[in-house]
């Protein structure tokens, strides 16, 4: 339904470029909406040929289509009046919108039934030896075993430790603290664009390190 409510928020920033106490904002919801989705998709510097990275980029997407959902009522409003059908129209449109979304989408984005979350992190965090110092590169393997761990407090033990994460000092810095035993021989990973600065520290120091503990 994505072409109707495009069509409705379009039709009803045309209504508002006719009238002088709406122009402004109608410039300035625009220049938001597209300013976001080009800042936004230029920095983010991920390759959307990849249906992993989309599913990723798509999460954001969310933030612009609340700028196009302002104008969807009205939008439909200004048809119901071009049109000039019945006032009752209106709302009745409005709710089968609604209701035509959820009976499409909802199916396939229930997710209560599933499982794969709790049995990936289990088949992970189950088998290791008492006291394991595990390193996780990507989120979807990382939160998981995260949530697993804090919420449902399967295995306490085992030390988890982001390898992309790393790079940063603020992260660094907490699991210091909270991580007993493990040694970071800096304030951060050293990354490729982070390879020479002050106080980073290279995988092979950080394994020296925690191997020797």
């Given at each position: 339904l994505?072409w109707?409510s ?24 625009l220049a ?10 230029l920095?983010a ?7 992993l990275?989309?599913t990723v980029?798509s999460r954001?997407w969310?933030q ?8 969807v ?16 129209v209106?709302p ?5 919108l609604l209701?035509?979304?959820v ?9 209560s ?6 049995t ?6 189950t088998?290791l030896?008492?006291?394991s110092?595990?390193l ?11 949530y697993?761990q804090?919420?449902?407090?399967l295995?306490p ?11 940063i000092?603020?992260?660094v ?16 990973l050293?990354?490729?664009?982070r ?7 290279l ?11």
């Open positions: 994505g109707c495009a069509s409705s928020a379009s039709l009803a920033s045309s209504a508002s470029a006719r009238r002088r106490d709406a122009g402004s904002l109608r410039w300035a919801l938001s909406w597209a300013g976001y989705l080009l800042a936004f998709h920095l510097n991920i390759d959307l040929d990849r249906a990275f989309t980029v954001f969310q612009p289509n609340m700028l196009v959902f302002v104008y009522g009205p939008g439909l409003h200004q048809l119901v009046r071009v049109l000039k059908a019945p006032e009752v209106e009745v449109a409005a709710i089968s209701a035509l979304q009976a499409l989408n909802y199916p396939s984005l229930d997710r039934n599933s499982d794969v979350i709790s990936f992190a289990r088949d992970v965090l088998p030896p008492k006291d110092l595990l996780v590169l990507g989120e979807e393997n990382l939160y998981p075993l995260v697993m804090s919420c449902e407090h295995r033990d085992v030390r988890i430790v982001s390898k992309e994460m790393s790079s000092d603020w992260y810095q907490h699991q210091s603290a909270h991580l007993p035993g493990v040694v970071f021989p800096g304030k951060r050293a990354s490729r664009a390879r020479a600065s002050p106080g980073s520290f995988m092979s120091e950080f394994l020296t390190r925690n191997l020797a503990e």
